[in-house]
C-alpha cells in the first residue's frame, strides 16, 4: 500500500531521561570498591510510569537500584529489580569509561545498532511479547570523574525505524473515542491492570472492547493464544476474532504528556505490531493518567498506517525485506541536550567532595 | 510479621493527644495514602540505610515527577499585590496555615513540648536570589560548555518520524508558565525523635528556561537543593525548610522541619473535633499533607481527600 503523500507522518516525543543522583553515587562506589578499570559493560534498570499529569512527561529514571550490587553476576542473569505501578522496569546497559578521551570515542553508532539488533531479535524470537519491557531497551554511556566529582553521560533510546514512516490517520483523546459505557469500562478495566501487583508494571498491552462496551485488557502474549486456540478450532481464527469485538487496540503506557504525538515507546510496538502480526492499520491507545488513575481526556487513540517495509535496496544492491532474517531495521535514538547533540554532564562536588561538605557543614 | 518487627517507643497512641504517630501508626498511614492516593508508592531506599523499626519494604513514601508550575515567591507577590486573604487554610489561629504576610507564631523555640533546633536558620539573607551564591554555585555551573564535542550531524539521522523542537512550539501553547515549570520529587520519611512524618524534596531543574521550545524535551537536571526554597512559601523558606542529609537516600535534600508537626496536627485535629469530627490515625497523612501545602504551595503532589477525614459524631 503506497504512503498517501497528504496524511501527516506519525511523530513520537523522544525519551526523556532524568538521574538520581543516587545513581552517581552508587556508580562511583561501585567503580572505586569493584570494578577498578574494568571497563565491561553493566547490566542497568531504568524506570518509567505513564504520564501522571497534563503538564509534565514522565522521564527514563535512573536511582541507585538501577545499578547492581554486584555486576560480574548480574550480567550473567540480568534480574530487573522489582518494579512498581509507579516505577516499570526497563533493561538498560552501561558502559562507563575510564578517561574522557574513551568516552567521546566510543563509537555510539555501533553501540546503537547493537542495542537496537537486540530490540529486533527479541521481537523476531517472540521475547518481546512475554516480557514487553524488553521493548524499551536503553542504552548509557558515562565517564565518571571521581577526582571532579562530576559525570559525563549520554543516553539512548534505541527506536527501530519505519520505513515508509507510519502515517497518521486520526488522533484525539481517548474519551472523544469511545462511548460514555466503553469510557467507563475501560478506565474501569485499565486502573484493574493498574493496581494488580502482577500487571501494574507490564507497559504494553492489549484492549478489545466487545460489543456490550466491556473492555478487556489483556498480556501480549494472549496474541498468539487467541490466534492458536482458534486455528485448532475454526481456520478463520483471526477474522473471527476481530469479528467477536468492536474495538481492538494496541495499548501502552504512554509518558508523554503533548496532546498531539503519542510518546517514544510506541516505535518499537508498532515494529512488533506489524513484522509480528503483519498488520497495516493499526490502532492503539496510549494510556496516560491524572493523580495514579486512568484519565481519558489526556489519554489518546490513534490509527495509524504502516507499510510493512517488503523491500529495501540495501547498499550491495541486494533486496532485503523485514522477513528476511539477516535484515535489522536502522535506529534512531540518542537523547539531546538542550536541542544539540551533545552529552551532559552533572558536577555532584557539593554532596559527594569530603573538603566541599567539610566547609558547608562547619 | 510486620508488627512483630516493628519495635517503637510509644505503644499507646498519642495521635489525638499530641498530634504525633507511632511507628506502626506511620505504616498504617502510609498504606492508607498509597492506596488512596497511588502516585505515591513505599520503597526501601539504600539498604545501608535502612531502618530496623520499620518494615523493609515499607521504609518512606515517594512519588516523583510533580510538576511545580510556578516559584512560591511569585505565586506570593501576586498575593500580596491583590492584598488578599490567605488562599490555602482559614484556620488564622496558626501561623503556620494562616496569611503568609504576617506569620504569627513561626518561631519554633517558642514550643515548650519540643526540643530547640540549631540548624534551623540556613541563611541570613532576605533575597531569595542570593542563596545559590551562598552557597557558591552559580546555577548553569554544572553543564561545561561541549560544544567542542559537539556530534557531526551524521549521528543523529535525520528522521521524520521524531518530533523535533521546533515542532514544539507550534503544538504547544504559549503559555508562560510552562517555561517555570520544575519538577519534584516529595518523599515522607518517620522522625523518630518528633514521632511524626517528614517532608523531603528533590528538585530538577527547568533547563531550558532561556529557550522553552528546547526545555520540552531537554534534559532534567538535578536541581541544588537550595533552589527548592524558591518553591517554598517564604514565611518557611529561611526558617523551617533546612538543607540535610536524606534519612534513606544519598545527598542532600530539602525539608521541612518536624519540630512543630506534632503542635500543628494537635491544632488541625483539635478543629476536627471541635466540629464533631473525630479524625482517625489512618488519614493522618492527608491531613499533614494538606497542612504541608501551606510550606510548599506551587507543588503539585497528590492528596486528594475526597471521603471522610473519620467518624462524625453528629
Known amino acids: 500500500m503506497a504512503v498517501n503523500e497528504n496524511r501527516p507522518v506519525l511523530q513520537f516525543a523522544p525519551f526523556q531521561s532524568a538521574v538520581d543522583e543516587g545513581f552517581w553515587q552508587k556508580l562511583s562506589s561501585l567503580k572505586l570498591d569493584t570494578l577498578g578499570i574494568d571497563q565491561s559493560p553493566i547490566s542497568i534498570t531504568g524506570f518509567y510510569a505513564p504520564c501522571s499529569h497534563a503538564q509534565v512527561s514522565n522521564h527514563l529514571t535512573l536511582l541507585a537500584e538501577s545499578l547492581p550490587s554486584d555486576p560480574s553476576e548480574q550480567l550473567s542473569s540480568p534480574v530487573l529489580s522489582r518494579g512498581n505501578r509507579n516505577r516499570c522496569p526497563v533493561p538498560g546497559i552501561l558502559y562507563n569509561t575510564n578517561t574522557l578521551e574513551s568516552f567521546h570515542a566510543i563509537d555510539k553508532q555501533s553501540l546503537l545498532k547493537a542495542e537496537s539488533k537486540k530490540i529486533w531479535e527479541d521481537i523476531r524470537s517472540g521475547k518481546a511479547e512475554e516480557d514487553s519491557a524488553l521493548l524499551s531497551r536503553f542504552l548509557l554511556i558515562s565517564f565518571a570523574d571521581l577526582k571532579k566529582w562530576s559525570f559525563h553521560y549520554w543516553f539512548a533510546f534505541p527506536a527501530l525505524v519505519l520505513d515508509p514512516p507510519a502515517t497518521l490517520v486520526d488522533l484525539r483523546p481517548a474519551s472523544q473515542w469511545f462511548s460514555v459505557e466503553e469510557a467507563e469500562s475501560l478506565s474501569a478495566a485499565c486502573n484493574e491492570w493498574r493496581n494488580s501487583s502482577s500487571t501494574a508494571d507490564v507497559p504494553f498491552f492489549l484492549v478489545s472492547i466487545a460489543s456490550n462496551s466491556r473492555a478487556t485488557i489483556r498480556h501480549l502474549r494472549d496474541w498468539e493464544v487467541c490466534q492458536g486456540d482458534g486455528q485448532k478450532v475454526r481456520p478463520k481464527s483471526l477474522f473471527a476474532f476481530f469479528e467477536k469485538f468492536i474495538l481492538f487496540l494496541f495499548g501502552l503506557y504512554d509518558p508523554c504528556h503533548l496532546p498531539n504525538n503519542p510518546g517514544w515507546p510506541l516505535r518499537n510496538f508498532l515494529a512488533l505490531i506489524c513484522s509480528r502480526w503483519n498488520i497495516e492499520k493499526v490502532r492503539f491507545l496510549c494510556y496516560r493518567e491524572n493523580r495514579g488513575f486512568a484519565d481519558l481526556g489526556l489519554s489518546l487513540v490513534g490509527e495509524a498506517l504502516i507499510s510493512v517495509p517488503q523491500g529495501r535496496a540495501a547498499e550491495n544492491g541486494v533486496c532485503l525485506g523485514w522477513r528476511d532474517p539477516q535484515f535489522v531495521p536502522n535506529a534512531v535514538g540518542w537523547e539531546l541536550n538542550r536541542g544539540k547533540k551533545v552529552s551532559r554532564c552533572i558536577t555532584l562536588a557539593q554532596s559527594m567532595d569530603p573538603t566541599r561538605l567539610a566547609t558547608t557543614a562547619a | 510479621g510486620t508488627v512483630e518487627r516493628i519495635t517503637g517507643p510509644r505503644t499507646v497512641s498519642a495521635f489525638k493527644e499530641k498530634g504525633v504517630l507511632s511507628i506502626s501508626e506511620f505504616v498504617v498511614a502510609g498504606d492508607n495514602l498509597v492506596s488512596k492516593c497511588p502516585t505515591w508508592s513505599w520503597e526501601s531506599g539504600e539498604p545501608s540505610k535502612r531502618k530496623s523499626y520499620l518494615p523493609v519494604e515499607k521504609q518512606y513514601l515517594i512519588t516523583r515527577n510533580v510538576p511545580?508550575?510556578?516559584?512560591?515567591?511569585?505565586?506570593?507577590?501576586?498575593?500580596?499585590?491583590?492584598?488578599?486573604?490567605?488562599?490555602?487554610?482559614?484556620?488564622?489561629?496558626?501561623?503556620?496555615?494562616?496569611?503568609?504576610?504576617?506569620?504569627?507564631?513561626?518561631?519554633?523555640?517558642?514550643?515548650?513540648?519540643?526540643?530547640?533546633?540549631?540548624?534551623?536558620?540556613?541563611?541570613?539573607?532576605?533575597?531569595?536570589?542570593?542563596?545559590?551564591?551562598?552557597?557558591?554555585?552559580?546555577?548553569?555551573?554544572?553543564?561545561?560548555?561541549?560544544?567542542?564535542?559537539?556530534?557531526?550531524?551524521?549521528?543523529?539521522?535525520?528522521?521524520?518520524?521524531?518530533?523535533?523542537?521546533?515542532?514544539?512550539?507550534?503544538?504547544?501553547?504559549?503559555?508562560?508558565?510552562?517555561?517555570?515549570?520544575?519538577?519534584?520529587?516529595?518523599?515522607?520519611?518517620?522522625?523518630?525523635?518528633?514521632?511524626?512524618?517528614?517532608?523531603?524534596?528533590?528538585?530538577?531543574?527547568?533547563?531550558?528556561?532561556?529557550?522553552?521550545?528546547?526545555?520540552?524535551?531537554?534534559?532534567?537536571?538535578?536541581?541544588?537543593?537550595?533552589?527548592?526554597?524558591?518553591?517554598?512559601?517564604?514565611?518557611?523558606?529561611?526558617?523551617?525548610?533546612?538543607?540535610?542529609?536524606?534519612?534513606?537516600?544519598?545527598?542532600?535534600?530539602?525539608?521541612?522541619?518536624?519540630?512543630?508537626?506534632?503542635?500543628v496536627m494537635k491544632k488541625i485535629i483539635d478543629v476536627l473535633m471541635s466540629r464533631g469530627v473525630e479524625p482517625e490515625v489512618d488519614k493522618y497523612l492527608f491531613l499533614f499533607l494538606k497542612f504541608v501545602a501551606s510550606v510548599i504551595p506551587t507543588i503539585e503532589y497528590d492528596y486528594t481527600m475526597d471521603f471522610d477525614l473519620g467518624s462524625s459524631s453528629n
Open chain 2, 68 to 263: 511545580c508550575l510556578r516559584r512560591a515567591a511569585s505565586v506570593e507577590e501576586e498575593y500580596e499585590a491583590a492584598g488578599g486573604e490567605i488562599l490555602l487554610d482559614n484556620e488564622d489561629n496558626d501561623g503556620w496555615l494562616a496569611t503568609h504576610g504576617k506569620p504569627k507564631e513561626t518561631k519554633c523555640d517558642d514550643e515548650e513540648n519540643f526540643p530547640s533546633m540549631e540548624t534551623l536558620e540556613i541563611s541570613k539573607n532576605k533575597t531569595i536570589q542570593s542563596i545559590p551564591s551562598y552557597f557558591g554555585g552559580e546555577e548553569e555551573e554544572d553543564i561545561p560548555d561541549m560544544a567542542e564535542y559537539e556530534e557531526p550531524d551524521n549521528l543523529i539521522e535525520t528522521d521524520a518520524a521524531t518530533l523535533q523542537s521546533s515542532y514544539l512550539v507550534v503544538h504547544e501553547p504559549d503559555d508562560d508558565n510552562i517555561l517555570r515549570t520544575r519538577t519534584y520529587d516529595v518523599s515522607i520519611t518517620y522522625d523518630k525523635y518528633y514521632q511524626t512524618p517528614r517532608v523531603w524534596l528533590t528538585g530538577y531543574d527547568e533547563v531550558g528556561h532561556r529557550n522553552y521550545a528546547l526545555w520540552l524535551i531537554s534534559s532534567r537536571m538535578l536541581l541544588q537543593p537550595e533552589l527548592v526554597l524558591e518553591d517554598v512559601s517564604q514565611d518557611h523558606a529561611h526558617k523551617t525548610v533546612t538543607i540535610e542529609d536524606h534519612p534513606h537516600l544519598p545527598g542532600k535534600h530539602a525539608s521541612v522541619h518536624p519540630c512543630r508537626h506534632g503542635a
